[in-house]
């Protein structure tokens, strides 16, 4: 027996866990997702990531054939019968099976699928040494393409922004706007210290929303840090003291080579490991 995973209006085995192969999700990206922590068994920020997949499926016009509470209590039903303490799900809905053309009112029902499983964490050794990374040259979405805010079924800018920093051997690589400002990685948000006050890109610049940024930003302030959200360019990034990515998988981990150029001492800094600790106390409580 496999996983559980919820898939419409139920939850089936794994092998069982189908969608057409005339899917727009498949077809042409044409879908929104959602990935999310269990810690302790407790759902991290559901309502949040909740309400983050309704804003980008109204953005696309997708109808979720199920409402927001619905959702939230079929998610805690497909990690308690995988028995998940400590996961990560994906939550995702897709325009649903159409026709082969682009037409997306072709597709009748779309499909909601929720997989909850085990958790793949950059490796331990990264959190302790830190990542290095590089400028992607591939530019993050224009806001007036596919906005930035939406989590959309197509990665595919972020996947070719990944795929330069994989050519290099690295695992992360920092995505900039149409304008030149930095605006996040390739699946995790960026922040950036100097002079003890902490840096991160407005969404305006085309960062996602994160939620794990949210929650950072939060406990940034309640630790007495000054925060500010503006825009940052890539001389901001080179002369930084720290710098530390935010996202689900990655919670908070250290950058500590930007384009073959040292971030500070080289090593994770002392800011950075304070909001990692505040941040592990924070998902556990
Ligand atoms: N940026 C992008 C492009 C992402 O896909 C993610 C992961 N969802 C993040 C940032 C981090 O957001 P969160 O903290 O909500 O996981």
């Given at each position: 027996?496999?996983?559980?995973?919820?898939?419409?209006?139920?939850?089936?085995d794994e092998?069982?866990?189908?969608?057409s192969?005339?899917?727009?999700?498949?077809l042409?990206?044409?879908?929104?997702?959602e990935?999310?922590r269990?810690?302790?068994?407790?759902?991290?920020?559901l309502?949040?990531?909740?309400?983050r997949?309704?804003?980008?499926?109204?953005?696309?016009?997708?109808?979720i054939?199920s409402?927001?509470?619905?959702?939230?209590?079929?998610?805690?039903?497909?990690?308690?019968a995988?028995?998940?303490?400590?996961?990560?799900?994906?939550?995702?809905?897709?325009?649903?099976?159409?026709s082969?053309?682009?037409?997306p009112?072709?597709?009748?029902?779309?499909?909601?699928?929720?997989?909850?499983?085990?958790?793949?964490?950059?490796p331990?050794?990264?959190?302790?040494?830190?990542?290095?990374v590089?400028s992607a040259?591939?530019?993050?979405?224009?806001?007036?393409?596919?906005?930035?805010q939406?989590?959309?079924l197509?990665?595919?800018?972020n996947?070719?922004?990944?795929?330069?920093?994989?050519?290099r051997?690295?695992?992360?690589?920092?995505?900039?706007?149409?304008?030149?400002?930095v605006?996040?990685?390739?699946?995790?948000?960026?922040?950036?210290i100097?002079?003890?006050k902490i840096?991160?890109?407005?969404?305006?610049?085309?960062?996602?929303?994160?939620i794990?940024?949210?929650?950072?930003?939060?406990?940034?302030r309640?630790?007495?840090?000054?925060?500010?959200?503006?825009?940052?360019?890539r001389?901001?990034?080179?002369?930084?003291?720290?710098?530390?990515?935010?996202?689900?998988?990655?919670?908070?981990?250290?950058?500590?080579?930007?384009?073959?150029?040292?971030?500070?001492?080289?090593?994770?800094?002392?800011?950075?490991?304070?909001?990692?600790?505040?941040?592990e106390?924070?998902?556990?409580?």
């Open positions: 027996m496999g996983l559980k995973i919820w898939l419409n209006d139920g939850l089936v092998s069982e866990a189908k969608v192969v005339f899917d727009h999700g498949l042409y990206g044409d879908g929104v997702f990935g999310i269990v810690y302790g068994g407790k759902v991290f920020e309502k949040a990531h909740i309400d997949l309704y804003m980008s499926a109204k953005a696309i016009r997708l109808p054939p409402d927001p509470d619905e959702l939230a209590r079929n998610t805690q039903t497909t990690v308690e995988n028995n998940i303490q400590d996961g990560y799900i994906r939550m995702i809905v897709t325009r649903g099976k159409g082969l053309g682009l037409n009112l072709t597709c009748k029902t779309p499909q909601i699928i929720i997989i909850a499983s085990c958790i793949q964490l950059y331990l050794e990264l959190y302790e040494n830190g990542l290095r590089i040259n591939t530019m993050r979405n224009h806001p007036l393409c596919v906005n930035p939406i989590k959309s197509n990665y595919l800018n996947i070719l922004a990944k795929l330069e920093a994989l050519d051997d690295m695992l992360e690589a920092i995505m900039y706007n149409h304008e030149g400002y605006t996040e990685g390739t699946g995790d948000n960026i922040f950036v100097r002079d003890g840096y991160t890109p407005p969404t305006s610049s085309g960062a996602l929303e994160g794990t940024r949210n929650v950072v930003i939060k406990l940034a309640e630790n007495g840090y000054e925060m500010f959200e503006q825009n940052l360019t001389y901001d990034l080179y002369i930084a003291d720290e710098i530390f990515l935010t996202g689900t998988a990655a919670e908070v981990i250290g950058v500590v080579e930007i384009d073959g150029r040292s971030i500070g001492t080289g090593r994770p800094g002392p800011i950075t490991k304070v909001l990692l600790v505040k941040f106390a924070y998902v556990r409580k």
